[in-house]
């Protein structure tokens, strides 16, 4: 299993404190070699979309990402946010998914 970086992912991570995106992304390494914890990547309610998950100093760093099972079960990543809220906004959630049907209208997948 790999991860699949879209441009804004990649963006947020470029930007992030340093250390956070370090946390963050052995996070997602712990995942992608199998490691199955809610504290980690989690399914949001009602969606597609899965959240990796990373606290930094008192902030919560949020990665959205879906599932192409097409292309090797690879995950790719939307966009991030930080939030100091426990509950995530829906309109991100909304703007995931919107990016998860352009990736499999572009890529010409059927949606999963």
């Avoid at 919560?60 to 809220?85: C, E, M």
């Avoid at 991100?92 to 059927?110: G, L, V, W």
């Amino acid at each position: 299993m790999e991860a699949l970086y879209l441009e804004e992912a990649e963006l947020f991570i470029d930007n992030m404190p340093d250390k956070a995106r370090k946390k963050l992304l052995y996070n997602i390494s712990l995942v992608l070699g199998g490691v199955k914890d809610p504290k980690l990547l989690k399914k949001l309610d009602n969606s597609e979309i899965w959240e990796f998950r990373a606290e930094y100093q008192g902030t919560a760093y949020r990665l959205f990402s879906f599932w192409d099972t097409r292309s090797n079960a690879l995950i790719v990543s939307t966009h991030g946010l930080n939030k100091k809220t426990q509950k995530t906004p829906k309109k991100e959630i909304e703007h995931a998914e919107k990016i998860r049907k352009e990736y499999f209208n572009t890529h010409h997948h059927d949606e999963i």
